[in-house]
């Protein structure tokens, strides 16, 4: 079993930075892949980045080259910065792990979820 602790969400104007952090504990080193998805109010949860263990990273497209996602496996954390942000950011973020060395970008796909952070950005 992993455990999955984010933190860091809030409120922030557009254009703004926020960082998330997500702790994971428990059976860790067979988080092979750990990501971050969201969910805005109403709609389905979406991807947003993974990375692996070894560092390759996939970012979805409405995020590139203003979200960046980093992991530190000493720390068994992983971070999301998000710069210049957009109201259509507004979503409660999760982050998530799975034990396959396969990129997916279905929730499906993982079976370990934390309980979520809010991120709010006004316009």
């Known amino acids: 079993q992993v455990q999955l602790v984010e933190s860091g969400g809030g409120w922030v104007q557009a254009g703004g930075s926020l960082r998330l952090s997500c702790a994971a504990s428990?059976?860790?080193?067979?988080?092979?892949?750990m990501s971050w998805f969201r969910q805005g109010l109403g709609k389905e949860r979406e991807f947003v980045v993974a990375?692996?263990?070894?560092?390759?990273?996939y970012y979805s497209d409405s995020v590139k080259g203003r979200f960046t996602i980093s992991r530190d496996n000493g720390k068994n954390t992983m971070y999301l910065q998000m710069n210049s942000m957009k109201p259509e950011d507004t979503a409660v973020y999760y982050c998530?792990?799975?034990?396959?060395?396969?990129?997916?970008?279905?929730?499906?796909?993982?079976?370990?979820w934390g309980q979520g952070t809010q991120v709010t950005v006004s316009s």
């Open positions: 998530a792990a799975r034990e396959l060395n396969i990129f997916t970008k279905s929730p499906s796909g993982y079976p370990y």
């Open positions: 428990g059976r860790t080193s067979s988080s092979y892949y």
């Open positions: 990375i692996n263990w070894s560092g390759t990273i």
